[in-house]
């Protein structure tokens, strides 16, 4: 009983989780800067990596990262977050380093607001969330969920 209550209190952790985290230089990387977010003109074109924009994803463009990949963006003002998918360039106005789905604008609750503060960590690639365990009992869960 004591070994399950334990695992309750504790966030799962798994060795391919945390390889991935070993594996991927990206993850973990914060950037900080100003955001916007794409008007709804741009809904239904052609994004840089070949899909429709749709601007209820939660989708961004990013200048250099690769595509694919999963931002987790904080507007600390509203104390919000979202979490994002790469899958356009730019953009491509100084001093900003996100572009966001209308949708993503939504959720952070910056529509009212325009262009803002934000936060971004990288959190995962090629479509998918990983959880950087950082839990003092992390070890001992990955050796009991070893593949």
Not at 102 to 117: F, P, S, T, Y
Request: hydrophobic share 40%; net charge negative; with cysteine.
């Amino acid at each position: 009983m004591r070994f399950l209550y334990l695992l309750l209190l504790v966030p799962l952790s798994s060795s391919s989780n945390s390889q991935k985290w070993m594996d991927n230089p990206l993850l973990g990387t914060e950037l900080i800067g100003k955001a916007s977010f794409y008007g709804p003109g741009f809904h239904g074109r052609v994004t840089a990596n070949g899909e429709r924009m749709d601007q209820n994803a939660m989708t961004c463009a990013s200048k250099e990262l690769p595509f694919n990949t999963m931002l987790e963006v904080t507007y600390p003002e509203k104390g919000t977050q979202v979490i994002v998918r790469v899958n356009d360039r730019g953009p491509f106005i100084p001093g900003r380093i996100i572009d966001l789905s209308q949708g993503a604008a939504e959720v952070l609750n910056m529509i009212d607001d325009g262009v803002v503060d934000v936060e971004v960590m990288v959190v995962g690639d090629d479509g998918h969330v990983y959880i950087r365990n950082t839990s003092p009992f992390s070890h001992f869960l990955d050796s009991i969920f070893e593949e």
